[in-house]
C-alpha cells in the first residue's frame, strides 16, 4: 500500500503561482510513476503531469506544458507541481497519484485526497 497526502492548494489570483506537494508513504518502491491528475466542477478527472521516479522523465497536458513543473525529491518520496501563469481554468481539485509497475501512469493505483487550487480573474 502506497498513501498520499497532498497540499500546497488555495486561492490566486490570475497570473500568480502555486506549489503542490504531496509526500508519499508505504511501499513506494513498488511505484513506477507518480503524477498529478485535476478534476473541475462538472468535468471528467484529467492527468495534468507525471514524472518516471526512477528516470525521471516527465510529460504535461497541452494546457499546462510551459506553465507547470512536475518534480520530486531526491529520496524520491515527496512529489511536487509548481505552477506558474495560473489561469481561472486551472480551477480544480488537484490529486496526486502513483501507479505501481504493470500499470500505466495514466491508470493510477493509489489517489491521495485532493487540494483545492481556485484562480480568480
Known amino acids: 500500500q502506497v498513501q498520499l497526502v497532498e497540499s500546497g492548494g488555495g486561492s490566486v489570483q490570475a497570473g500568480g503561482s502555486l506549489r503542490l506537494s504531496c509526500g508519499a508513504s508505504?511501499?513506494?518502491?513498488?511505484?513506477?510513476?507518480m503524477g498529478w491528475f485535476r478534476q473541475a466542477p462538472g468535468k471528467e478527472r484529467e492527468r495534468v503531469a507525471s514524472i518516471i521516479r526512477t528516470a525521471g522523465i516527465t510529460s504535461y497536458s497541452d494546457s499546462v506544458k510551459g506553465r507547470f513543473t512536475i518534480s520530486q525529491d531526491n529520496a524520491k518520496t515527496t512529489l511536487y507541481l509548481q505552477m506558474n501563469s495560473l489561469k481561472p481554468e486551472d480551477t480544480a481539485m488537484y490529486y496526486c497519484?502513483?501507479?505501481?509497475?504493470?500499470?500505466?501512469?495514466?491508470?493510477?493505483?493509489?489517489w491521495g485526497q485532493g487540494t483545492q487550487v481556485t484562480v480568480s480573474s
Open positions: 508505504g511501499n513506494t518502491r513498488s511505484t513506477f510513476c
Open positions: 497519484s502513483a501507479s505501481q509497475y504493470g500499470n500505466t501512469c495514466g491508470q493510477p493505483n493509489y
